[in-house]
């Protein structure tokens, strides 16, 4: 049993009339009896009465005009979500973030690329910024939103935001009612930090900028995400550096003070395996690219 099989019984079954059901399908009726007489082989019954008065539907052919017309409309369904994937606007994205990009733009990205992709399904993953290379080297992920200064090998990137350090201290620490802060003035204090394990090219580069102004921090909590970072603070327990969106969290207990002087920047970069680049990332990726310069 073919498709085309399928039609020409739908086709014969509106008409009941071989001569008008070949001119719409703009054929012969040779070829017609034929297609009709090996769907009947197939299905093992006559699906058709032919006599005198012209053609009839048997039971069996009344009962197959739903199953039939059903069998259509799948394989036009699939073969339209077979373009649409293929054009990227069917299907889903495996999007990693680390957490502050949810005070970064991120969920207006998100709502944006939605409401003009409908068909296609974002699956958000929130994990750490090395988390997210392992995943995208082993193609668990389709993109990712990651921090660090430096783009690996083998991946491709899109620079989302570049933002300065801030103090972040207890909102009823004496500092917190300081316009600037001069680094050294948390030289004695407990600080809280991004473990090494999740962001080794900022731990060490808190490390260094404190190193710079002459003191060692005491870390005494090594955290995994940044909003904890602040949310130790918030608690009285610690200072710390942290990136300025976080300013953007409402966190209550915390105060952001700028510094006085530049730090080194922290970046953050949409990326994704180079070379691997279906039509949905491309897509989403263009999102990103005309929302990277309103983020920074």
């Not at 005009?65 to 069917?90: K, S, T």
């Not at 430096?150 to 972040?168: D, I, K, N």
């Not at 962001?199 to 404190?210: A, I, N, W």
């Amino acid at each position: 049993m073919e498709f085309r099989h399928l039609r020409y019984f739908l086709v014969l079954a509106e008409e009941l009339h071989f001569g008008r059901a070949a001119q719409r399908l703009a054929i012969t009726q040779p070829p017609l009896s034929l297609n009709i007489q090996q769907l009947e082989a197939s299905v093992g019954t006559a699906l058709f009465q032919r006599n005198s008065r012209g053609v009839q539907l048997t039971a069996a052919g009344q009962a197959f005009v739903p199953a039939a017309r059903a069998l259509i409309d799948q394989a036009g369904q699939a073969a339209q979500e077979a373009r649409d994937v293929a054009n990227g606007l069917l299907g889903h994205l495996q999007i990693g973030f680390a957490g502050t990009l949810l005070h970064l733009g991120l969920p207006a990205l998100l709502q944006r690329f939605e409401a003009d992709h409908p068909r296609l399904r974002l699956v958000l993953h929130e994990l750490s910024s090395a988390e997210q290379l392992v995943d995208l080297g082993h193609e668990r992920l389709d993109v990712g939103f990651v921090h660090t200064p430096r783009v690996p090998p083998g991946f491709s990137s899109v620079l989302v935001s570049r933002q300065p350090f801030v103090a972040c201290v207890p909102a009823g620490h004496a500092l917190a009612r300081r316009r600037k802060l001069h680094l050294a003035d948390l030289a004695d204090e407990s600080f809280a930090m991004v473990s090494r394990t999740v962001s080794p090219d900022y731990h060490e580069r808190l490390l260094g900028l404190c190193t710079d102004h002459g003191f060692a921090p005491a870390i005494r909590y090594e955290l995994r995400h940044w909003l904890s970072v602040a949310s130790v603070v918030s608690q009285g327990l610690a200072v710390a550096l942290v990136p300025a969106a976080l300013r953007q969290s409402g966190l209550a207990g915390a105060a952001f003070v700028p510094l006085d002087r530049p730090t080194p920047p922290y970046e953050t970069r949409c990326l994704w395996k180079t070379g691997r680049e279906p039509v949905a990332l491309v897509a989403f990726l263009e999102h990103v690219r005309a929302m990277a310069q309103p983020l920074e």
